[in-house]
Structures are given as C-alpha cells and as structure tokens.
C-alpha cells in the first residue's frame, strides 16, 4: 500500500484551515506534522497550539514528527493533543525504549527516527519495538532541500530486515520526495512518503498527490 503523508510544515498557515480542508478532499493518507525546537535543529516550527486546529479540522490521521530534545517530556502531551503517531529521533535521546512505553500506554503507534548522518544499522535493535522507522533523507530541521540519493540504499536495507524477520513495521520516508522520485522510493521499499514542498508547493497539491501514488 503506497501512503503520502503532507507535511503541513510547507502549509499556508494564514488560512490553515482550507489547506487541510485540501488535505482532507485529497488522497492522502495522514498528515505529518514536524514540531522543531530551535535546539535538536536550528529551526523552531509550532508546538501544542496548532494540534488543536489540525485535529478539529484534519479528518486524517496526525503524524507527528518531533525534532526536538528530551522528548520524553512531552510525547504524552502530544498523544492527548491528537497524535495518531508519535515519532522521535534517536540520535536525540540515550535509551528510546522507555520513551516508546509513554507513547504506548496512550494507545498512540510508535516511531523512531534517524537524520542521514546516523547508520541505518542503529534502528535494527528497535525495529520489532515500533510501529514504524523514518528515514530521514534529508537533514532534519528545513522544507524544500534536496533529496539525498545514499537514502535508497538505506531504504532496501531496512526493508529486507524488516521482511526477513515477518515484521509489520511500516518505512517513512522524509525529505525531498517529489513526483519525480516517489515510484522509485516506493519500489526501493517505503510504505509511506512524506512530502512538503512538492504538494503544498505544486499548482495542484491534490493531483501532486494522485501522480506521487500512481
Ligand atoms: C524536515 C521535515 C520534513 C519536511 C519535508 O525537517 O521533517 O517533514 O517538511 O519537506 P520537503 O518535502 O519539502 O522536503
Ligand atoms: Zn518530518
């Protein structure tokens, strides 16, 4: 099944409201919703104010993308503000394990996260304790940069892993996905492909959409 999931971070957020409205006429499946801290990346997004307006006006599923340090202090938060997925980096924290318990025990999937710059191999332990893995391709923290090529090797890798132990877990991908690479990443072994500027950002984001799960 091919998923594409917006990121709302390319949205218009003086009329939020008919952007997700799009989103809902549209064939997409989720909304990602990246919240960044200024810290773990050098860029700040939104926080908790905006989970309200997506979940009163988003009928897909909120999946948050946290880019942030010390999640553990607030994944409950963002599970009571709506999240339908709850995902942190791993390179941010020492031991996932009891942060994906939090997440859990509030009845929200789970995910964990890499940038392009930490090995692949480093998700392996985890990969049967989550819902999903999101491979970053590009580095965390800006909409609009260039998809990194090293991804799809990455991508084939985390696949046959998961395949060869009968896993469910699902592959996100995020960064740089556009109409052009979306079949390919696909094929390489994604189950989901978050994109931003290519939907947001096209003449038709509900077509950007329909052409990414063709
Ligand atoms: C980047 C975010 C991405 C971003 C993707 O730090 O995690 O979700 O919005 O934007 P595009 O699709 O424009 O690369
Ligand atoms: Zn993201």
């Known amino acids: 099944m091919k998923r594409i999931a917006p990121s709302v971070l390319s949205a ?3 009329d939020l409201r008919a952007d997700l409205e799009m989103i809902n006429r549209s064939d997409a499946d989720w909304l990602h919703v990246d919240v960044m801290d200024g810290v773990f990346v ?3 997004s939104f926080g908790f104010p905006l989970m309200e307006p997506m979940r009163k006006f988003c009928t897909k599923p909120l999946d948050v993308h946290l880019m942030i340090v010390h999640p553990e202090k607030y ?4 599970c009571d503000a709506g999240a339908w997925s ?9 031991d996932p394990l009891p942060i994906l318990d939090l997440i859990k025990a509030k009845g ?6 890499i940038n392009p ?14 819902d999903m893995v999101l491979l970053m391709s590009v580095f965390a923290g800006f909409g609009g940069q260039k998809f990194i090529p090293e991804t799809m090797d990455k991508i084939r890798f985390i696949r046959q892993e998961i395949d060869r132990r009968g896993l469910k877990t699902l592959v996100e991908i995020d960064g740089g996905v556009n109409t052009q690479n979306a079949s390919e990443l696909f094929a390489a072994g994604a189950d989901v492909l978050v994109a ?3 939907v947001f950002g096209a003449s038709d984001p509900e077509e950007a959409i329909r052409i990414m799960k063709r």
């Open 12 to 14: 218009n957020f003086a």
């Open 42 to 44: 050098p860029n700040i």
């Open 75 to 78: 994944v409950e938060r963002f």
């Open 86 to 94: 709850v995902g942190f980096h791993l390179e941010a924290v020492d």
């Open 108 to 113: 929200v999937r789970t995910c964990l996260t």
């Open 117 to 130: 710059d930490i090995a692949v191999e480093r998700l392996v332990p985890y990969l049967d304790k989550v």
């Open 196 to 198: 931003g500027s290519a």
